[in-house]
């Protein structure tokens, strides 16, 4: 078939039509990760959802509570963008851990999105993302990460002390971490040992915003206290002094305190300026298979419909904009005018040789 010179003077053009055309396509679905986690200006939303649609699928791992909180708000997430399967599984920190390096090993990668005080250990085996959302905006800037690899989705704030109102009153209760020095608490008080909430926690605060001479004569004033050592979370050994075993508790959560109160039990607690608080926090994980869905929820968890889930499941919210729910508002730092001190997770790494040795100088004798 003889083709007709003018179709045949076109060809080449249309070829490089078509060649253009399959470039642009291969480009918009090969970005990397880091390309798709970092996107900016107005099509990074059409384009985010357009990726998301053809992945159909994510997957969020970490500690949240997932009846009251990680499923309501995937399932809000759901119902923003329905093409998207959004899945999420509850495991403690070594456990997310672990299950992300043995799909970095096997070259499967499942998870997109992790919530888990193991930042240092992703970092060090290069498998998290560092990423952009629009909706950090809306927080401060001091509570942000400068390398941009986590963001916080809530708060854990601790006090001075959780007291059994049953057996100390307001007005004896301690109202200053110096007021447990004196002789009346001896053998009277408990604390927990884990690294990440219990006294080495406590220890890395009051050497940063006390100094290091202060906070060791405090220590050695302290283990003269005879105070009980607890392995187990502390939320039960709240609840071991809310029975009456302990008269009180060395820097508990708060929002224990508020949801054990909400059920009335006789306990209250004291805080002190600067309020010492744990950021919960999330990353992206860089081998992500989802990123397009995994920034979409970025983003939403980020946002206030998914902070107000965290609200109503008793957490404190890490947006500025939303409290806290009617019970958690007595230990909101900035709602009682007192500033937070935030001990995060690359402090305690960098801090934890030396908390330690205190902790063992004065505690284990």
């Known amino acids: 078939m003889t083709v007709p010179r003018f179709v045949s003077r076109l060809l080449p053009a249309i070829g490089l039509i078509a060649v253009f055309?399959?470039?642009?396509?291969?480009?918009?679905?090969a970005r990397t990760v880091a390309e798709i986690a970092n996107l900016t200006g107005p099509d990074r939303?059409?384009?985010?959802?357009?990726?998301?649609?053809?992945e159909g699928a994510l997957l969020w791992i970490g500690g949240l509570n997932q009846k009251r909180a990680r499923r309501p708000i995937l399932k809000a997430f759901m119902k923003k963008y329905p093409y998207i399967e959004a899945k999420g599984i509850r495991t403690g920190s070594r456990k997310a851990l672990q299950r992300v390096l043995a799909e970095h090993r096997a070259k499967t990668p499942r998870v997109d999105v992790i919530n888990a005080n193991v930042v240092i250990d992703l970092k060090n085996a290069g498998l998290v993302q560092a990423f952009r959302s629009p909706a950090l905006a809306a927080y401060p800037e001091?509570?942000?990460?400068?390398?941009?690899?986590?963001?916080?989705?809530?708060?854990?704030?601790?006090?001075?002390?959780a007291y059994n109102t049953d057996m100390v009153s307001a007005a004896e209760a301690p109202k200053t971490f110096e007021d447990l020095l004196d002789p009346k608490w001896k053998g009277k008080m408990v604390w927990g040992?884990?690294?990440?909430?219990?006294?080495?926690?406590?220890?890395?605060?009051?050497?940063?915003?006390?100094?290091?001479?202060?906070?060791?004569?405090?220590?050695?004033?302290?283990?003269?206290?005879?105070?009980?050592?607890?392995?187990?979370?502390?939320?039960?050994?709240?609840d071991?002094?809310?029975?009456?075993?302990?008269?009180?508790?060395?820097?508990?959560?708060?929002?224990?305190?508020?949801?054990?109160?909400?059920?009335?039990?006789?306990i209250q607690a004291s805080?002190?300026?600067?309020?010492?608080?744990?950021?919960?926090?999330?990353?992206?994980m860089k081998t992500a298979p989802n990123?397009?869905?995994?920034?979409?929820?970025?983003?939403?968890?980020?946002?206030?419909?998914?902070q107000k889930i965290l609200k109503k499941a008793r957490y404190f919210p890490a947006h500025p904009k939303v409290s806290p729910a009617k019970q958690m508002r007595p230990y909101q730092p900035s709602l009682k005018g007192?500033?937070?001190?935030?001990?995060n997770a690359e402090m305690m790494h960098a801090e934890a040789k030396k908390s330690d040795e205190l902790y063992r100088k004065y505690f284990f004798k």
Do not use: C
């Not at 008269?247 to 224990?256: Q, R």
């Not at 007192?338 to 001990?343: A, I, P």
């Open 271 to 284: 805080m002190v300026n600067p309020v010492l608080a744990r950021n919960g926090y999330f990353m992206l």
């Open 193 to 238: 040992e884990n690294a990440e909430t219990g006294a080495r926690f406590l220890i890395t605060y009051l050497r940063k915003t006390w100094g290091e001479a202060k906070t060791l004569d405090f220590l050695k004033k302290l283990s003269k206290q005879k105070v009980v050592t607890r392995t187990s979370s502390i939320r039960n050994i709240l």
């Open 45 to 54: 939303q059409k384009i985010l959802e357009e990726g998301a649609k053809k």
């Open 240 to 266: 071991l002094v809310v029975a009456g075993e302990h008269h009180i508790m060395i820097s508990p959560a708060l929002h224990h305190v508020g949801g054990a109160r909400k059920k009335g039990a006789p």
């Open 291 to 306: 990123p397009y869905a995994a920034m979409l929820l970025i983003d939403f968890i980020l946002g206030e419909e998914a």
């Open 338 to 343: 007192l500033e937070q001190f935030t001990v």
């Open 21 to 29: 055309a399959l470039a642009d396509m291969g480009g918009a679905f």
């Open 142 to 161: 001091k509570e942000k990460d400068p390398n941009r690899i986590w963001a916080t989705m809530r708060y854990s704030y601790h006090g001075v002390a």
